[in-house]
């Protein structure tokens, strides 16, 4: 079982990092693999499909969360 965290500056911070990390990593990972010769068409649509850009939105959210913590 997990235990519950309290939102603090430090934990924010984490999670953005972690968030950032996972952006960044998910974007070289969907890079290359379009790069990458005879790859089959699914698997391009699928590259497609995936929307990183919900992770730089969350990343948005929790900034707004630590800028508020700060005022």
Same mark, same amino acid.
């Given at each position: &079982?997990?235990?519950? &965290? %309290? !939102?603090? =500056? /430090?934990?924010?911070?984490?999670?953005w =990092?972690? +968030?950032? %990390?996972?952006?960044?990593e998910?974007d070289?990972? +969907?890079t290359? +693999?379009g &790069? &990458?010769r /005879?790859?089959?068409g =699914?698997?391009? @649509?699928?590259?497609? +499909?995936?929307d990183?850009?919900?992770?730089v %939105?969350? @990343? %948005? =959210?929790?900034?707004?969360?630590?800028n !508020? @913590?700060?005022?």
């Amino acid at each position: &079982m997990r235990t519950r &965290m %309290n !939102k603090t =500056e /430090n934990n924010l911070q984490t999670v953005w =990092e972690q +968030l950032d %990390n996972a952006s960044g990593e998910l974007d070289n990972a +969907l890079t290359n +693999l379009g &790069m &990458m010769r /005879n790859i089959p068409g =699914e698997v391009k @649509k699928s590259i497609d +499909l995936i929307d990183t850009s919900q992770i730089v %939105n969350l @990343k %948005n =959210e929790i900034e707004k969360l630590m800028n !508020k @913590k700060d005022q």
